[in-house]
């Protein structure tokens, strides 16, 4: 079939729900993506923030292929050993105590919200209490992920959502105190907001909601679906700000590519949840389970947070020239490999040209590019994505 005739068919068999770019891509290798027609992409997306240690990467798909053929799935009734082990990984790397495993990080959200607030009606035995989320943020589009997603424009059509959701504005801290009540039993928020444009927290700000929390008695849950796994230069974002939450949500790059999330928590809160408050038949199965051992294992032997923080800022300086010589280029920023351009002019008609340059490139609402390529990328691929970018940006 060609391209052509593949797309025909999903058209007419896929419900719409996504605006997909007219290519059919077939097979990866590195850094590099190829349609069926044969054409090579250098992908600065990585599937959406997923795919961190590259594509046909052999001791990731051997490990795979060895765990196929000892055992797929079990359920959640017993035990099973690739799961154990994902659970010490995270619990080592990411500083909370106990580990829920969900299937995305939509569904890791959701987890992350039922558990605060069960913590909060074992405390006091009432069932209105409030979360503060923040406006542009991003959580997902599951009913409980879109309640404390702050951007009208995914919720309108499916009100009314959960209750009890009040928005504070990112960064502003006297915001976030203005909406407590006694209440609130949580704040929600990603350290670096990814679909919101890609905007880096302030120390101060996350350190203010942490004392904030700590004086009212109010659960920090951070979304580090996007900007955790290595993404900002630190394992956890967290980690980076010193500002540490009492419950943190995964994804993405935790299983890079098979799809797998988690929530996890300090030992204290996670003791809310009991037998029957929460489950899920897939979550913590031994094949993706042996997908997020064997990237703790690669992002520990390939050094790959120090080799982020190194790329991260080598694609920042390069970014920062783009705004400094172009007028419609208005701002670089983010942290590691998760940054942003900031445009005057809409993004999308630039990822359509890099497109069809051989770059793949994402948006971030309107006028933001996001770069969030694999984490293995190079100097030698930022310099390439910048050549394909300057050419379209000189002929604007």
Known sequence: MTAHEYIEEAEQSLIHTYNRYQIVLEKGEGVYLYDVDGKK???????IAVFALGYGNKEYNDALKAQIDKLLHTSNLYYNVPAIEAARHI???SGMDRVFFTNSGTEAIEGAIKLARKYAYLKDGTTDHEIIAMNHSFHGRSM?????TGNVKYQEAFKPLIGGIEFADFNDLES???????????????PVQGEGGLYPAKKEFLEGVRNLCDEKGILLIFDEVQCGMGRTG???????????????TMAKALGCGVPVGAFAAKEAVAAALVPGDHGTTYGGNPFACAAVNEVFRQFEQKHI???VVEIG????????KFAETYEFVKEARGIGLMQGLELTIPAGDIILKALDAGLILIAAGQNVIRFVPPLVITEEHVDEMAAVLDGIFAGI
Request: aromatic share 10%; with cysteine; proline share 2%.
């Open 313 to 320: 800022a080598y694609l920042n300086k390069t970014l920062s």
């Open 41 to 47: 992409y250098l992908d600065f997306a990585a599937g």
């Open 305 to 307: 947070t120090q080799h």
């Open 176 to 190: 976030v105190k203005a909406k407590v009540t006694d209440k609130t039993c949580a704040v929600i928020m990603e």
């Open 144 to 148: 409980g992920a879109l309640s404390v």
């Open 91 to 93: 619990i080592e790397n």
């Open 234 to 248: 630190s394992m956890f974002a967290w980690q980076r700000y010193g500002v540490k939450p009492d419950i943190i």
